[in-house]
């Protein structure tokens, strides 16, 4: 079954533009993935497609993934070492806690928008936006299977 069916066009949007919103303050990035089975480890897996996506490859190493896997619900967020190194060291097991309070609701869109924003003003707080700043990856959801 597709992992699609979880998201409406609207859901998409609300994503897609927080993740927008939170990037104009930073020169952060902030991607999503969502399949719908999660083999092994969530970290593990999210490690995996962080790579994948490329995510390790920005300048200030500030890339920030949220990994969704639907009908194993499973989660986790997963910042490069440039934001690690900054944020507090339970600041994503806090953020996550506040996406899966929505996420065990089916509230899927709301809480990961929340999570994102979340995470948004820790990158600017850390690495605010300059001028010269490009967007380095994709704002849209990254879909598995």
Request: hydrophobic residues 35%; negative net charge.
């Amino acid at each position: 079954m597709s992992v699609h069916k979880y998201f409406t066009e609207q859901d998409k949007l609300q994503i897609t533009n927080a993740i927008r919103v939170a990037e104009t303050n930073t020169s952060g990035e902030i991607r999503l993935h969502v399949e719908n089975k999660c083999p092994g480890d969530v970290l593990d897996r999210a490690a995996y497609i962080f790579e994948k996506l490329e995510m390790h490859k920005t300048e200030l190493r500030n890339g920030v993934l949220f990994y969704l896997a639907v009908e194993d619900r499973k989660f986790a967020i997963l910042g490069d070492a440039g934001i690690n190194q900054k944020v507090n060291d339970d600041f994503w097991e806090c953020t996550k806690e506040k996406v899966i309070v929505h996420l065990k609701d089916g509230k899927y869109a709301q809480g990961l928008a929340d999570g994102i924003v979340m995470a948004g003003e820790q990158l600017k707080a850390h690495f605010p936006y300059q001028k010269d700043d490009i967007n380095e990856l994709s704002d849209e959801i990254s879909f598995g299977k």
